[in-house]
């Protein structure tokens, strides 16, 4: 099964720190390696290359753009045997935030992705 997760940050916190982007590009490179890992990448904010286009009361707006309480600041795409695989990568990308990058506080999302075959 596939899953989209993403980590979610609870403030702006910048530039993560190197030691945190080798440990994950190591481990993304045997993902990828091994076929668990699909796409995975940073995401900007809005402010730094980004759009927020909305349907509100039969109108569609591009902006305004308020501050966000909970920043996406990256995404994976995995293939996983269950849900409980899935949440237990979330944590040990939680632990990775936690060893280095430890004033980082936030949540990872993960949703199973559905594709034509599944309809």
């Not at 590009?25 to 909305?54: C, I, P, Y």
């Amino acid at each position: 099964m596939k899953y989209l997760s993403w980590v979610k940050s609870n403030s702006e916190y910048g530039v993560p720190p190197a030691a945190l982007t080798d440990a994950i590009a190591q481990s993304g490179a045997e993902q990828f390696a091994s076929g668990k890992m699909l796409d995975a990448g940073g995401l900007s904010t809005l402010r730094e290359g980004g759009a927020k286009v909305s349907l509100t009361g039969g109108k569609i707006t591009d902006g305004p753009y308020s501050e966000a309480k909970e920043l996406v600041g990256g995404y994976a795409i995995q293939n996983h045997a269950s849900l409980d695989e899935a949440k237990a990568g979330a944590v040990w990308m939680l632990e990775l935030h936690k060893q280095h990058w430890p004033e980082w506080e936030g949540e990872i999302e993960i949703r199973q992705m559905f594709g034509p075959e599944d309809f």
